[in-house]
């Protein structure tokens, strides 16, 4: 093993058990490390050597390749925690990241479904195994506003149908306990007595939501059934089970929550990531504003 490769290694560790980031996130660091490592090689340096500029000329040429502003900025900031690590280690006596500059983003307001399209999904005339599973993983998802990898997580014991509540790990292995609405509880007993164990069989799972195998839901299957629900449903716009998430959000606000409710059932380190839904909140009040009153846009009735 060469000593980048050790460097790296050990900076992955500290991601892991000092930092506690997700799988997802260590990867997606990896590989951006790994992409600078293969650069700097090009031009004859290394993590241990290489200047402010190289690091610049590497961020540009991810920029020149095509890669989204959003990849670019999670590049930048990787490069700053990987650089800030080795000279917090003494594996370097200089920061040279400290100089690159953060590419300012065009935050873009969540897609959120309307609450007549949440009910009209949140219905079925069918009760069969699938369709039980099936409503109340979406009355879960729209009443906690979990993320689909801490849906897919979720065990049963982290269901509290009599006190109205569920406990999920999110990012950074934080726990947190969201409540649930009647709905949700409703459909989640009718699974756990009705469908779940008929699904399990003779697999021995502790996960909540299983597929027609009796194993654990993935990701992807999630999706997969959110899009075949959204089309037996007749729904012509594209749903995504972060949409849910994002309307679990809005809708709250819309209802009058306060902001730093609605962050802590998200599980939101930074309130600034939950008032992007404030944002959205006034953009839906103007737009009901300039409909309906009477003096909102005098020039199109002149």
């Known amino acids: 093993m060469t000593s980048e490769e050790r460097t790296l290694k050990k900076y992955l560790t500290y991601l892991h058990v000092e930092r506690g980031l997700s799988e997802n996130t260590r990867q997606a660091y ?8 293969i650069y700097l090689k090009q031009r ?16 540009l040429k991810c920029k020149e390749d095509g890669k989204a502003p959003r990849t670019i900025a999670r590049c930048n900031a990787t490069l700053r925690g990987f650089f800030a690590f080795l000279l917090d280690e003494g594996l370097r006596d200089d920061n040279p990241s400290t100089y690159l500059v953060t590419p300012k983003l065009n935050q873009p307001l969540p897609k959120v479904l309307s609450e007549a399209t949440m009910d009209k999904l949140l219905k079925s005339e069918e009760e069969t195994l699938l369709t039980m599973r099936n409503l109340a993983m979406l009355e879960v998802l729209y009443s906690s506003g979990l993320r689909v990898s801490e849906l897919i997580s979720l065990r049963v014991s982290d269901v509290a149908l009599d006190v109205g509540y569920v406990r999920c790990i999110g990012k950074g292995n934080k726990e947190r306990i ?9 459909d989640l007993e009718r699974y756990l007595d009705g469908s779940r164990p008929r699904l399990c069989g003779k697999q021995k799972s502790d996960r909540l939501f299983l597929n027609v195998h009796g194993r654990p839901l993935t990701r992807q299957g999630v999706v997969h059934i959110l899009n075949n629900w959204a089309k037996d449903h007749q ?9 849910f998430r994002h309307s679990f959000a809005t809708h709250l606000l819309d209802h009058g929550a306060d902001l730093r409710s609605v962050q802590e059932m998200l599980g939101h380190a930074d ?3 939950t008032q992007i839904y404030t944002h959205l909140t006034r953009k839906r009040l103007l737009d009901v504003f300039q409909k309906a009153h009477p003096r909102a846009d005098l020039k199109s009735k002149e």
């Open 30 to 37: 990896e590989r951006d490390l790994r992409q600078l490592m």
């Open 44 to 59: 004859g340096t290394d993590i241990s050597i290489c200047e402010g500029n190289d690091l610049f000329l590497f961020l």
């Open 178 to 186: 969201v409540p649930l609405g009647e709905p949700a509880i409703r």
């Open 235 to 243: 729904l012509e716009q594209k749903v995504s089970p972060h949409m």
């Open 271 to 273: 309130i600034s990531t």
